[in-house]
């Protein structure tokens, strides 16, 4: 059996959770979805990813590699001991000159034991959040990453996420850290350890930061019916492979966080968008370009979360799924991202502490 049908993702961890869907006693509680056919292609630079351990007991280095390019750092990281700590990133020129840092976007949600308002908040920061932000370095220079991460106190059970891009003339080295309130982050490098991962080994160096999904064909309401695009099962859409730096391994992303979805969609009339959690309890937020403008949207909208309510898939149901067919059911939860016609753009990425797999649904405005 195929483990992808049995566990789904959670807080950037995995849980089992199985239960029996209830029968469709009558035609009417449910309607046929296919799979709209797309092309897939894996883009961008560099993802550097720290979730291992995720529940950090002591002070340390928690991941920590080179990089040179365009990248994207994601850390996401509790305090697990039972004191205040802070959590940073720390950058250090390696490149034997001068070297110049560019942040070009990013999102920093202030710690939480709310991990779903976290996950959400830190995601919204990051699709709203363009900007432009300098680190100029000499040789062998020290930098935090951003000021406000050594200003930030992490209370004991808090939880700090955060993710942002950015780009390097020369090679840097990142380090993700856990250290005291008084401690100065750059000297505390120095006689830090690595810390080991935990159990999930959720972190990593990852090659092409972006996957680009786009329909094949035009969509229309009229004759195709309900459509979807599968995103995060490790089936229909793959779970990134990279290197633990710190060690040499080979590291699977389980969940993809840190990697961003852009889907490109075409249709032929007006057509309605949702996105629907198939995992269970989901909070985050996306982006959208249609007819030159650019906004976000909560999902869901209205609420901090959902998809608690969704009863998980039985064995014989994911199997549909992977096959190409789904079910439009009475127990299906889902957030509306909006009404389009003709050329529209999503930006997705899998938000912490939500689960997945998701659907993106397309159907009839009726």
């Not at 991941?63 to 040179?68: F, G, P």
């Not at 750092?73 to 001068?98: C, D, R, W």
């Not at 949207?297 to 039985?314: A, C, Q, V």
Request: hydrophobic share 35%; net charge neutral; charged share 25%.
């Amino acid at each position: 059996m195929n483990w992808a049908k049995k566990l789904f993702v959670t807080a950037i961890t995995l849980v089992t959770s199985i239960t029996a869907l209830p029968v469709f006693a009558k035609p009417f509680e449910s309607e046929i979805m296919h799979r709209l056919p797309v092309e897939v292609e894996d883009t961008g630079g560099t993802l550097i990813f720290s979730d291992s351990p995720e529940y950090v007991t002591r002070d340390g280095i928690l991941y920590t590699d080179t990089v040179k390019g365009d990248a994207r750092i994601l850390f996401y990281h509790l305090n697990n001991t039972g004191v205040p700590k802070k959590i940073a990133v720390v950058v250090e020129n390696i490149s034997g000159g001068n070297n110049t840092i560019e942040i070009t976007r990013g999102g920093f949600s202030a710690p939480s034991d709310n991990f779903l308002w976290v996950g959400k908040e830190t995601q919204l920061k990051y699709m709203k959040n363009r900007f432009h932000d300098t680190i100029r370095f000499l040789k062998n220079g020290r930098k935090l990453f951003q000021q406000k991460m050594d200003r930030t106190i992490i209370q004991p059970g808090h939880l700090v996420y955060g993710v942002y891009d950015f780009k390097t003339s020369a090679p840097v080295r990142i380090f993700v850290l856990m250290y005291p309130v008084n401690v100065n982050p750059l000297e505390f490098i120095n006689d830090a350890e690595i810390l080991p991962k935990d159990e999930y080994q959720l972190r990593g160096t990852f090659k092409n930061m972006n996957r680009v999904i786009s329909l094949k064909g035009e969509y229309n309401p009229e004759t195709d019916g309900i459509g979807y695009v599968l995103i995060g099962d490790d089936a229909t859409d793959l779970f990134r492979r990279g290197i633990d730096a710190t060690d040499g391994s080979e590291t699977v992303n389980v969940g993809n966080y840190g990697i961003n979805y852009i889907l490109n969609f075409n249709t032929k009339a007006d057509t309605r968008f949702c996105l629907s959690p198939l995992g269970g309890t989901y909070a985050g937020a996306m982006s959208f370009y249609y007819n030159k403008k650019r906004g976000t949207i909560l999902t869901p909208r209205s609420k901090l979360y959902f998809g608690d309510k969704t009863p998980s898939e039985p064995e014989e149901v994911a199997r549909e799924r992977e096959k190409g067919t789904a079910f439009w059911t009475n127990f299906l939860e889902i957030s509306e991202l909006g009404k389009y016609n003709g050329e529209v753009r999503f930006e997705y990425s899998p938000p912490g502490a939500s689960n997945l797999p998701v659907h993106i649904v397309l159907m009839p405005t009726d």
